[in-house]
């Protein structure tokens, strides 16, 4: 599975932005996929996860009511909408997927496959 993220810039507070993770795979469907960042100096932290259909979807506390995580398995997409941003929120934005058909838990500590990961800048 490979995955490739876009959407990252700079953004003043308040604002707003869209990151996409692209997978190439033919059986993305059956693929958990969520977000994690990565502040400076800081570990690697979740931030949402999606289930194989989008029916199900989790959030970590400090993005809840900001972030909305969704998919479209026709085109192999996963996006993250990110609302309301913060200067807190200022990390490198990793894509990440789960293994085949493993339940939506299987990505809240981690993940089986990486995207490269997209830099988000929020300004005070």
């Known amino acids: 599975v490979q995955l490739q993220a876009s959407g990252g810039g700079l953004v003043q507070a308040g604002g707003s932005l869209r990151l996409s993770c692209v997978a190439s795979v033919h059986t993305f469907s059956r693929h958990v996929m969520g977000w994690f960042r990565q502040a400076p100096g800081k570990e690697r932290d979740f931030v949402a996860v999606i289930s194989w259909s989008g029916g199900s979807t989790y959030y970590a506390d400090s993005v809840k009511g900001r972030f909305t995580i969704s998919r479209d398995n026709a085109k192999n997409t996963v996006y993250l909408a990110m609302n309301s941003l913060k200067p807190e929120d200022t990390a490198v934005y990793f894509c990440?997927?789960?293994?085949?058909?493993?339940?939506?838990?299987?990505?809240?500590?981690?993940?089986?496959?990486w995207g490269k990961g997209t830099q988000v800048t929020v300004s005070s």
């Open positions: 990440a997927a789960g293994e085949l058909d493993q339940p939506i838990n299987s990505l809240f500590y981690g993940a089986d496959y």
